[in-house]
């Protein structure tokens, strides 16, 4: 089992950035691959990226490629999700997640047990 903590949302203006953090509890953090969803008010929850348990994989939904980037530190056990030239779009509640699939990454909902609380991100034009 594995606790997540989402952090580092906030309001922030067109083209400006956020970086968002998922602290997670327990030793086996180095075994999980960490994905990133996000819900805008009246839309389902929708696939941001995912990053495997190594760190050596990563993919993204093509309305985030090269805006951001997902990454992990083992050590801290933390994942982080580096976000650049913010959009309006991007407004959503923002979800890191953690699964121990290893046979994949995982892009749905249902690819993942845990979840963490949310963190709030508003982009203003």
């Known amino acids: 089992q594995v606790q997540l903590v989402d952090s580092g949302g906030g309001l922030v203006q067109a083209g400006g950035s956020l970086r968002l953090s998922c602290a997670a509890s327990g030793r086996t953090f180095s075994s999980y691959n960490m994905g990133w969803f996000r819900q805008a008010p009246g839309k389902e929850r929708e696939f941001v990226a995912v990053?495997?348990?190594?760190?050596?994989?990563?993919n993204y939904a093509d309305s985030v490629k090269g805006r951001f980037t997902i990454s992990r530190d083992n050590a801290k056990t933390t994942a982080y999700l580096q976000m650049n030239n913010l959009k309006p779009e991007d407004t959503a509640v923002y979800y890191c997640?953690?699964?121990?699939?290893?046979?994949?990454?995982?892009?749905?909902?249902?690819?993942?047990?845990?979840w963490g609380q949310g963190t709030e991100v508003t982009v203003s034009s």
């Open positions: 990053i495997n348990w190594s760190g050596g994989r990563t």
């Open positions: 997640a953690a699964n121990r699939n290893f046979g994949g990454l995982g892009y749905t909902v249902g690819d993942y047990p845990f």
